[in-house]
């Protein structure tokens, strides 16, 4: 009896497809391993150089200070080390999820000078002329209600406060919809963004790049004018 040749061919085809799911299955596992190292812990240090962010912000003992959109509290466990008992930090996050994971840390390391905000999308939750220092980092560009966010952000700064933002670079000419969806936002919107709102660009330090999926990041510095944010 002939065997249909493309029924020969498609037996083969599935029994290779079938050798090679477990280790597609493998590679994909380890890549998500890869990425979750690399947003964390020493694998991160390496790419984020955390002590370079925070001499830039100007961080000592005694400052307040807030990470709006902690995510897991990677700078905000830093920062609390910095600024010590005599100093704050608010961790922020919309996600009741990850600010769980920040209070049990902070309990972890004894961090009596951190307490976790739970904010809005368009309202940080933060104490109104307290903070030295306000922090984002890969959260800009979620920001629905940036202007909203801005705002309160100004109005919870004191007199001089510094901003820090550190977002993910790309090319301008396309709408906020898409740089939402994208999961970044080119550095000069941002910038009109927040001149718009009050502060002033004091200066550009050294970006970064993500070693998982080559992704680029800016750190930009303001900080808060005087007067009131414009409208």
């Known amino acids: 009896m002939r065997v249909d040749p493309n029924r020969r061919r498609g037996r083969s085809d599935l029994k290779a497809s079938m050798c090679l799911a477990p280790l597609l299955m ?3 596992v380890g890549a998500a391993a890869c990425s979750r190292a690399q947003n964390s812990g020493p694998e991160r240090d390496r790419w984020n150089h955390p002590d370079q962010v925070i001499d830039a912000l100007g961080l ?3 400052f307040v200070v807030a990470d709006v959109g902690c995510g897991k509290g990677y700078f905000a466990v830093k920062f609390a080390a910095r600024v010590g008992p005599t100093g704050k930090v608010y961790a922020e996050d919309i996600r009741d999820d990850v600010l ?3 209070r049990s840390e902070a309990t972890k390391q004894g961090l009596n000078d951190m307490e976790t905000v739970h904010g809005t999308d368009n309202d940080p939750r933060l104490p109104a002329g307290s903070l030295d220092v306000v922090f984002t980092m890969d959260s800009y560009h979620e920001w ?3 202007d909203a966010m ?3 952000l100004y109005a919870a700064l004191k007199p001089g406060g510094i901003f820090g933002l550190i977002d993910g670079d790309t090319a301008p000419g396309k709408s906020r919809d898409d740089y939402h969806s994208m ?3 080119p550095e000069q919107m ?3 963004d927040l001149t ?3 502060f002033r660009l004091l200066r550009s330090e050294p970006g970064f790049t993500r070693p998982s999926d080559g992704k680029t990041y800016y750190f930009l510095i303001f900080q808060k004018s005087p007067g009131m944010p414009a409208q």
């Open 26 to 28: 493998a590679a994909l």
């Open 60 to 62: 000592h003992a005694g």
């Open 100 to 102: 769980d994971d920040v």
């Open 144 to 146: 629905v209600d940036y």
């Open 150 to 152: 801005l705002d309160h």
């Open 183 to 185: 999961h970044r936002m």
């Open 190 to 192: 941002e910038r009109d």
């Open 196 to 198: 718009r709102h009050g």
